[in-house]
């Protein structure tokens, strides 16, 4: 079993910024996409962003000019940046690994999560 170490969340003010953290063990990381979900009670897990071996990047619309994947391959280490952070946003985040392009019901392996708190 993959185990994905997850850190970074917390609580922030609107408008603030945090950053999420996601350890995946070697082999895992330069084989499979790796990104972020994210899931509030009762509703659907939503991808927010995905990074491939080769460094292709993609996210959803409700983040795109504010959150930012990056990668740092010497630490099998994938962060997400989140800045300019709005109440809608508080969540679980989730990181995840699977075939590009990460959707869904294509995750091999999740993280068990970390919770961002905006306050307004």
């Known amino acids: 079993q993959v185990q994905l170490v997850e850190s970074g969340g917390g609580l922030v003010q609107a408008g603030g910024s945090l950053r999420l953290s996601c350890v995946v063990p070697?082999?895992?990381?330069?084989?499979?996409?790796v990104g972020w979900f994210r899931q509030v009670p009762g509703k659907a897990r939503d991808f927010i962003a995905a990074?491939?071996?080769?460094?292709?990047?993609w996210n959803a619309d409700a983040v795109k000019g504010r959150f930012t994947i990056s990668r740092d391959n010497a630490k099998n280490t994938v962060y997400l940046q989140m800045d300019s952070l709005q109440s809608e946003d508080t969540a679980t985040y989730f990181c995840?690994?699977?075939?590009?392009?990460?959707?869904?019901?294509?995750?091999?392996?999740w993280g068990k999560g970390t919770l961002v708190t905006v306050s307004s």
């Open positions: 990074i491939n071996w080769t460094g292709e990047k």
């Open positions: 995840a690994v699977g075939p590009t392009p990460l959707r869904r019901i294509d995750v091999t392996y």
């Open positions: 070697g082999r895992t990381f330069s084989t499979y996409a």
